[in-house]
């Protein structure tokens, strides 16, 4: 049973470089998002998602690009990385869809993401 | 908008003592409450929510939450603390309409043998 999977788990780039954060899920949940967690401002939701075909942006989207071809996987791209994209970022995902969603979301271990 | 607030950064009890990790919130509508746990080097592991009905809501490993609406509060405690109950502890909210969860900043739980 392995919930949700993020790789890399740790991965450092330079400036400038762009990347692809996997997400993936096997409990076929509709709803997937990604949050960055940074020291001291909880998680930020970056994207999320409701279902295959449909995103959206959450709080602190600038930077980051999202698709959601499948129910299982739903990537985060940083197109040109920079520094104050350094963070750990989590994926989550969890059933339901609609309006009225009242699941708890389950985490992936995180991906540690640096950028020098 | 809605936000989380989590006033205390750190707090530190003696194992047997009684837990407190405090939380208000604000939304609009009805409002979804969770509270998650998260070791170190790990994800969010979610610990109990409030959706509607009762005021106390009991989670996992023996922690409950208080509801309080007329103070937008929903305090996480544990009777008896313990050792293993060291971690980050983070308190969120959804709006009854809203795909977005919003998480407080986090408080870091100390219990001390």
């Known amino acids: 049973n392995a919930g949700v999977t993020q790789t890399p788990k740790f991965q450092v780039l330079k400036t400038g470089q762009s990347m692809t954060l996997q997400c993936a899920q096997d409990?076929?949940?509709?709803?997937m998002s990604w949050y960055r967690q940074d020291p001291g401002m909880g998680l930020r939701l970056i994207h999320y998602?409701?279902?295959?075909?449909?995103?959206d942006q959450g709080e602190v989207p600038n930077g980051y690009n999202v698709s959601r071809s499948t129910t299982e996987d739903f990537p985060l791209r940083l197109l040109s990385a920079a520094p104050s994209q350094t963070s750990v970022y989590f994926c989550?995902?969890?059933?339901?869809?609609?309006?009225?969603?009242?699941?708890?979301?389950?985490f992936g271990d995180g991906t540690r993401l640096s950028i020098l | 908008a809605q936000s989380v607030a989590q006033p205390e950064d750190q707090v530190n009890v003696a194992e047997g003592n009684p837990l407190t990790v405090k939380c208000t919130y604000s939304?609009?509508?009805?409002?979804?409450l969770f509270w998650y746990v998260q070791y170190p080097n790990r994800g969010l592991q979610f610990l109990l929510k409030?959706?509607?009905?009762?005021?106390l809501v009991k989670g996992s490993y023996g922690f409950e939450a208080e509801f309080n609406k007329s103070q937008t509060s929903f305090h996480l405690k544990k009777p008896s603390a313990l050792v293993s109950d060291s971690a980050l502890y983070f308190c969120?909210?959804?709006?009854?309409?809203?795909?977005?969860?919003?998480f407080g900043a986090g408080t870091t739980v100390t219990v001390r043998a």
């Open positions: 969120a909210v959804r709006g009854s309409n809203d795909y977005k969860l919003s």
């Open positions: 998602s409701v279902g295959a075909g449909i995103t």
């Open positions: 939304v609009s509508g009805n409002p979804y």
């Open positions: 409990m076929n949940h509709e709803y």
């Open positions: 989550a995902s969890s059933p339901g869809q609609g309006m009225v969603n009242n699941q708890p979301q389950h």
């Open positions: 409030y959706i509607t009905g009762d005021n």
